[in-house]
């Protein structure tokens, strides 16, 4: 257990719809990084966020959206759903720069 | 743009054999991360490297990075089919962090 936390586990959706991903990460972390793993993309990161602040971008499509609030949660927003962002989305957290991120379980997102 | 290249993409030991995964990149780094995923599972961290020539141990694995030559190894030692799962290393800093395909490994009795 790494101490990083996601809900929901599971995801079924429908195309153009809207969903939101909860993270939450270990005690003490500030940095927040949201990844994207697919069997034809492989594991892509999308953003990150330091202590409520954006810090990075990856590949992050504009359709999709991410915050981290003061407790330092955080929540990564998918709009306008297609089949091709079902996929596993993990959120990792660390201390600081540059020592290893730890992953949460992820969600596992099912778009129909 | 940086780009990571792993091989094997797949591989198959016998236990008790040795074995090296390669993991290359394009452009200068000196930070790498090895992970290991187990099916339907997250990633769990194995191992950070931050400088050339650095070199880490934990138990039948052991990863080295040569930042002159943008290539990191993680060699297994006398596999044992807890290893199975598939290992990611990954490259950059905070604001361009690219994994590579990752390399399944699968442990024969």
């Known amino acids: 257990d790494s101490g990083v936390t996601q809900t929901p586990k599971h995801l079924i959706t429908a195309t153009g719809q809207r969903v939101t991903l909860r993270c939450s990460p270990r005690?003490?972390?500030?940095?927040v990084y949201w990844y994207q793993q697919s069997l034809d993309q492989g594991l892509q990161f999308l953003i990150q966020?330091?202590?409520?602040?954006?810090?990075a971008k990856g590949n992050i499509l504009e359709r999709f959206s991410a915050q981290q609030f003061p407790d330092l949660h955080s929540e990564l927003n998918l709009s306008s759903l297609e089949l091709g962002d079902s996929a596993l989305y993990f959120c990792?957290?660390?201390?600081?720069?540059?020592?290893?991120?730890?992953f949460g379980p992820g969600t596992r997102l099912l778009v129909l | 743009e940086l780009k990571v290249e792993q091989n094997p993409l797949f591989l198959s030991m016998q236990e008790g054999k040795n074995y090296t995964i390669y993991c290359n990149y394009s452009?200068?780094?000196?930070?790498l991360y090895w992970y290991r995923q187990d099916p339907g599972k997250s990633l769990e961290s194995l191992f950070v490297?931050?400088?050339?020539?650095a070199v880490k141990q934990e138990g039948r694995l052991m990863a080295s990075l040569d930042t002159k030559a943008r290539l990191s190894t993680l060699h297994i030692t006398a596999a044992v089919h807890d290893l199975s799962a598939t290992y990611f290393c990954?490259?950059?800093?905070?604001?361009?962090?690219?994994f590579g395909a990752g390399t399944r490994l699968t442990v024969k009795p």
């Open positions: 990792a957290s660390s201390p600081r720069e540059p020592k290893t991120q730890y």
């Open positions: 005690s003490g972390d500030l940095s």
């Open positions: 966020y330091y202590n409520g602040e954006e810090r």
């Open positions: 452009t200068t780094s000196d930070r």
């Open positions: 490297l931050l400088s050339n020539g």
């Open positions: 990954a490259v950059g800093e905070y604001n361009d962090m690219r």
